[in-house]
């Protein structure tokens, strides 16, 4: 399978440095140089669909604005790209969650790609009034999972779980396409709910060796639930002509990050209940010595935001290989991002993915499929 990229709609604001926010981090919204208005962020989802990427992902939290309504308006701006918008179990209803994805699917084509975020800060969750632990959530997760795709099969749906409840619940219409679920998570309940429920399961941008664990644990996971799941990866992404050119923009944007806010922020994410953002924390220790954790990755993006916090740095060709690299292990999707994300989008664009096309594996959405002659032999 030939691999798919995916880019990023900066709704906290977007700079020529890193800006702040992300899981597990302060829930202060930082608007950044850029503010996330409509029409900037329809000037990265336009580049974005220009350029070959399939999707763009849109984040959900405190920190940022609400993904269903910036997406919807944004989407207007386009005609192929898709939105994988991120949303949180534990905040809407399932059966409205449902038809809010049905109505998205009508109203843009059919260009609806869900990212199920189950919320691994208490802290956070409880602001919205959600009170349940970790484990809880995820329990709450899979039953909210349950009865969203038994509503898009056209069904109707009663339940009495543990955390979700429903009473012949049905949809008016159901969603074409059906959207696909992404899921991600370390913990070992989130493996059991992404094996029974997810389309594609994402990781957040570890060194090949901790991937592949992670891809031979889903798949073991989801071969026992009679399942087959995809894999994508969440990285950031600085690509230059030359190798040098890069790391020098990484260099740049490291000596801008104040030590006393790295201190602070790397407090905060010390707290955080998810074990994917411990994962992130130990690539660094929070120190900024060694930060190319393997060649290539750099890990300096995590000292100042939560969540994803690796970047893939160097030439085109290297950032090209590194992909190759992700996909021999079985990575097909990936979600991009990169400071500035307009300017970085087409740094990526122009460069890293001309690339691929030339190495044969990777081809614009937009451009037909080549022409295949008919096998005289064969017929």
């Known amino acids: 399978m030939s691999p798919t990229f995916h880019w990023f709609l900066p709704t906290n604001g977007d700079s020529r440095n890193v800006v702040g926010g992300g899981h597990g981090a302060n829930a202060t919204r930082s608007a950044g140089d850029r503010p996330p208005s409509v029409e900037y962020l329809s ?30 308006m944004v989407s207007q701006a386009t005609k192929r790209l898709k939105f994988l918008v991120a949303l949180r179990p534990g905040f809407l ?4 969650a449902a038809q ?21 800060e208490s802290s956070e969750q409880q602001a919205y009034g959600d009170f349940l632990d970790k484990d809880g959530r995820y329990v709450r997760t899979g039953e909210f999972l349950d009865v969203v795709r038994r509503l898009w099969a056209g069904e109707t749906v009663s339940l009495e779980g543990e955390h979700v409840h429903v009473h012949r619940a049905k949809l008016a219409q159901v969603p074409t396409p059906v959207p696909e679920i992404y899921f991600g998570g370390s913990s070992p309940i989130a493996g059991t709910i992404a094996a029974q429920h997810s389309d ?17 644990w889903i798949r073991r996971l989801a071969q026992r639930e009679g399942r087959t799941v995809r894999f994508g990866i969440r990285l950031h992404v600085i690509t230059r002509d030359t190798s040098a050119q890069a790391w020098a923009e ?23 209940e998810s074990e994917g953002q411990r994962r992130m924390l130990a690539l660094h220790q929070g120190s900024t010595d060694s930060l190319e954790i393997y060649p290539n990755l750099w890990a300096g993006i995590g000292l100042v935001r939560g969540g994803a916090g690796t970047a893939l740095v160097g030439s085109h060709d290297e950032v090209a290989d590194r992909i190759l690299e992700y996909h021999d292990l079985g990575i097909d999707e990936f979600v991009l991002s990169g400071y500035p994300h307009l300017e970085e989008a087409y740094w990526f664009g122009e460069g890293v993915l001309p690339v691929l096309a030339e190495r044969g594996v990777w081809q614009h959405p937009d451009e037909p499929a080549p022409h295949r002659g008919l096998d005289v032999a064969s017929s």
């Open 100 to 120: 809010m994805a049905s109505t998205f699917q009508r109203q843009t084509g059919g260009r609806l790609l869900i990212n199920v975020v189950t919320g691994g």
């Open 43 to 72: 000037q990265i989802a336009v580049a974005a669909e220009n350029l070959g990427f399939e999707a763009v992902l849109t984040p959900t939290g405190a920190w940022c604005e609400d993904a269903w309504l910036t997406t919807a």
């Open 250 to 272: 990484a260099e740049r944007l490291l000596a801008g990050f104040d030590p006393a806010a790295v201190a602070d922020i790397q407090k905060s994410l010390a707290r955080s």
């Open 93 to 96: 209803s399932p059966t409205l």
């Open 200 to 216: 594609v399961y994402l990781t957040w941008g570890e060194p090949p060796a901790q991937v592949a664990e992670k891809i031979a």
